[in-house]
C-alpha cells in the first residue's frame, strides 16, 4: 500500500529496478485525500486502519488473485495490521508478518497475556512516571527486564489509547501468521529471537553536508526526535538552554507538527540569533548521510529504532530521550544492553543543566572512550551480518527456502 506522499515520484521500487529486480506493484487508497497529514492526526489515522481498511485490503487481494490466479501468492504485511490473517485465511495464502522494531519489544507485545498473569499487564505508573519499577525474568527469551523499560502502551496510563488498542489486537492474531521478519540483526539480539532477519533502514530528504564538512571530526551533535514523535515545549527549551550551556555545535532536525498541529514556534525566542555559526536548525535531512559525516560525534535521539540502527551503523554514540511507543525499551537495548549510550535523563523531567553535562560528556572524547569503542564493536557486528554470508543473507535466504517450501507444499528445511 503506497501513497504518493512517501515518495518524490510516487514509484519507491524505481532503484531496486535499475538493479534488475522485476518489482511491480499497484496501489489502494487509505480512504484519506493526499492533503491529509497522517502524522498530525495519528490518531484518526490509526482508527480508520483498524475499522476500514480491512474491507478494502480483502477486495484488493481478491481482485489481485482472480486477475491472474495461476501464479503463485501469499501476503507479507506489518505485524500491527491485525487484520491480514484473516485476509489470508480466506483467500488461502501463506502469511507473512514483517515486525519493524526490535525483537525484544515483540516478544514483551506477544506475551501480553503472561504478563497480565503475573500482574505486570497493564503495568503500574507511566512511561514518565514509575510508581513501582520490578526486575522479572519469566519472560521466554528475555532473561531479565524492569518494568521500567516497558513500552508506554504496556503501562496502566495508556490503557484508552490507540497505541494499546492497535498492540492489543495485533497480537491476538500474531500467532496465526505462518513467518514473522524481524527487522533486527541476530548479532545484536540473538539473545530474544534466536532466529531473526534484517532489512534495511530509512530513506532521506535534504542535505547540510557542506556546514558539517567545515567542522572539525567529531565536534558536532545531532539532534532528532523522528518524523512521528510529539513532545511539549518546555522540552525542547530545556534542551535548547542545554545546548547552550554545553557549548557543543550542534545540527538540530526540527520537523512541522514536533509541538503538535497548531504550535510552530518550536524554539525559545532568539535561540537562533544566539546560536550563530555554532548551530544549525532545519525542518529534516538526509540522517544517515549526516550521521557518517565524520565531523558528528553524537546523536542525541528519541530512540526510535531506525534511528538507533543508522546510529550504530555510523558508530555513533548516542544520548537517549526516549518518548512513546518502543522507545523506551529500544533505549535498555543502547544503554544497558550495548552500552552505546547514555541516558539524557531519569525519565521524569529534563533539566538544562543535566542536558549539558550529558551532551558535554558525550562528546568529550575522553569521558566516552569506552562508549565509542563500545559503539564500534557493535557497528562491526551489524556490518558483518549484512555482508555475504552473513547472519542476515544466510537467515533471509532460509526464510525464502521455507517460504518456498509453504507456499509449494514442501518441507525444504527447519525454520
Known amino acids: 500500500m503506497l501513497s504518493k506522499t512517501h515518495h518524490k515520484d510516487g514509484d519507491i521500487f524505481s532503484e531496486a529496478r535499475k538493479s534488475g529486480l522485476d518489482v511491480r506493484y499497484a496501489t489502494i487508497s487509505d480512504g484519506f485525500p493526499l492533503e491529509f497529514d497522517r502524522v498530525v492526526y495519528l490518531l484518526e489515522y490509526w482508527d480508520s486502519m483498524m475499522k476500514d481498511l480491512p474491507a478494502r485490503i480483502d477486495e484488493f487481494v481478491g481482485n489481485i488473485i482472480r486477475s491472474d490466479p495461476d501464479l503463485v501468492h501469499f501476503l507479507v ?3 500491527l495490521y491485525s487484520w491480514a490473517s484473516t485476509i489470508a485465511q480466506k483467500h488461502n495464502l ?54 521500567k523499560d516497558f513500552m508506554p502502551y504496556l503501562k496502566e496510563s495508556e490503557v484508552a489509547t490507540i497505541s494499546y488498542k492497535l498492540v492489543l489486537s495485533a497480537f491476538k492474531e500474531a500467532n496465526k501468521t505462518d513467518f514473522i521478519l524481524h527487522n533486527t540483526v541476530q548479532e545484536l539480539e540473538s539473545e530474544y ?35 512521528l514523535v510529539q513532545t511539549n515545549k518546555q522540552v525542547i527549551e530545556e534542551i535548547a538552554n542545554g545546548l547552550l550551556l554545553s557549548e557543543v555545535e550542534f545540527v538540530w532536525a526540527i520537523r512541522a507538527g514536533l509541538l503538535g498541529p497548531t504550535e510552530t514556534n518550536v524554539l525559545p525566542t532568539g535561540f537562533e540569533d544566539v546560536i550563530k555559526d555554532k548551530g544549525l536548525i532545519i525542518p529534516w535531512c538526509d540522517q544517515t548521510k549526516v550521521l ?6 553524537g546523536f542525541l535521539s528519541h530512540c526510535g ?10 558508530g555513533v554514540p548516542m544520548i537517549c530521550y526516549p518518548v512513546t511507543y518502543d522507545q523506551p525499551t529500544n ?8 552500552m552505546v549510550g547514555i541516558n539524557l535523563c531519569d525519565g521524569k523531567s529534563v533539566d538544562r543543566n543535566e542536558v549539558a553535562e550529558k551532551i558535554k560528556r558525550l562528546m568529550n572524547r575522553t569521558t566516552s572512550q569506552k562508549l565509542r569503542q563500545n559503539v564500534v564493536n557493535v557497528s562491526a557486528n551489524l556490518h558483518n551480518a549484512v555482508e555475504i554470508d552473513g547472519s542476515s543473507e544466510i537467515n533471509f535466504d532460509r526464510f525464502i527456502e521455507d517460504l518456498k517450501g509453504r507456499v509449494y507444499g514442501e518441507s525444504t528445511s527447519e525454520f
Open 77 to 79: 504485511v506489518d505485524t
Open 94 to 147: 501463506v502469511n507473512v508478518s514483517v515486525w519493524t522494531e526490535p525483537a525484544v519489544v515483540f516478544s514483551l507485545a506477544y506475551h501480553s497475556e503472561l504478563l497480565r498473569e503475573n500482574g505486570h499487564f497493564p503495568c503500574k505508573g507511566s512511561h514518565m512516571n514509575n510508581d513501582i519499577e520490578e526486575e522479572i525474568s519469566y519472560i521466554p527469551g528475555i532473561e531479565s527486564i524492569n518494568t
Open 193 to 227: 529471537l534466536p532466529t531473526n532477519t534484517v532489512s534495511s533502514s530509512l530513506l532521506s530528504e535534504s542535505d547540510c553536508s557542506q556546514w558539517l564538512d567545515s567542522k572539525s571530526p567529531g565536534s558536532v551533535l545531532y539532534i532528532s526526535f523522528g518524523s
Open 292 to 297: 557518517s559525516n565524520p565531523a558528528v560525534g
Open 305 to 314: 529504532w531506525n534511528s538507533i540502527l543508522e546510529s550504530i551503523w555510523c
Open 331 to 338: 533505549r535498555k537495548l543502547v544503554v544497558d544492553d550495548w
